[in-house]
């Protein structure tokens, strides 16, 4: 009963970094964060659950940013789990960034997605806050959102729009994923899932993961509406 909303690197929570749902014994409607080293020793040095803080057919925001040598994950605005950073993080520049699904595009999220954002070197919230309530805008020349998707479009569409520094023009909707009118939380439109090969693929080599990404200060966040959170 494990929905990966993001995986990137590898496969594991050993290898990559990953955040899922979780829906079982102890971890009913739970949001669980993973990290691994993938190389020096491929351990886990970060697993963060919030438990029964998911909310079926309701748009949540969910946060997961490093500030010093510590990681926070945020549901609502609401601080649900913290840990000491330590270990020598590096996925690598193998993998790429995805949404929705784990890197073999399997157990997947079902539901929607809103404005996604990555920023690299800036950690933007810390302790209690209060969420975005409008869409987060684009972004200048010199800013640190990395990645920025409003999941913005026709409906039915497969074409995503980078509005971050970025400006990838290669992320892609790939199997069932697209672009839907259905539910948005901004907008008209959302990323829409069905949890079977549908999802969002961000390729390494447009990203450019750098180094830093692991050592310096991060912000991994957007919205979500699960349809099903088992």
């Given amino acids: 009963n494990e929905r990966r909303i993001l995986s990137l690197g590898g496969n594991t ?5 990953l955040i899922e749902s979780l829906n079982s014994g102890d971890n009913l409607n739970s949001l669980r964060v993973m990290m691994g080293t ?4 491929n351990s886990n040095v970060v697993n963060l659950v919030a438990k029964n803080c998911l909310i079926e057919k309701e748009w949540q925001h969910l946060a997961y940013v ?3 040598t510590n990681v926070y994950l945020y549901v609502d605005g609401e601080l649900k789990a913290a840990s000491l ?5 590096n996925l690598g520049s193998s993998g790429s960034l995805k949404l929705g699904s784990d890197q073999n595009g399997e157990n997947g999220m079902i539901g929607n997605i809103d404005d996604f954002r990555l920023t690299i070197g800036n950690s933007r919230y810390f302790n ?3 969420v975005p309530e409008h869409q987060i805008s684009n972004v200048g020349e010199n800013t640190d959102v990395k990645l920025l998707l409003h999941f913005e479009g026709y409906n039915n569409s497969k074409t995503v729009t980078d509005r971050g520094i970025s400006k990838i023009t290669t992320c892609s909707c790939l199997g069932n994923a697209e672009i839907s009118s259905d539910k948005h939380k901004f907008g008209e ?7 079977v090969n549908s999802l969002v693929e961000v390729p390494d080599s447009k990203i450019n993961w750098p180094s830093t990404f692991y050592t310096q200060p991060f912000t991994i966040e957007g919205y979500f509406n699960f349809s099903n959170a088992s």
């Fill in 13 to 17: 929570s050993a290898t990559g970094l």
């Fill in 38 to 41: 993938h190389t020096g020793g």
């Fill in 66 to 68: 490093r500030k010093d």
């Fill in 85 to 89: 950073y330590e270990g020598s993080v």
């Fill in 128 to 130: 209690t806050f209060k």
């Fill in 189 to 195: 439109t959302s990323l829409k899932l069905d949890g």
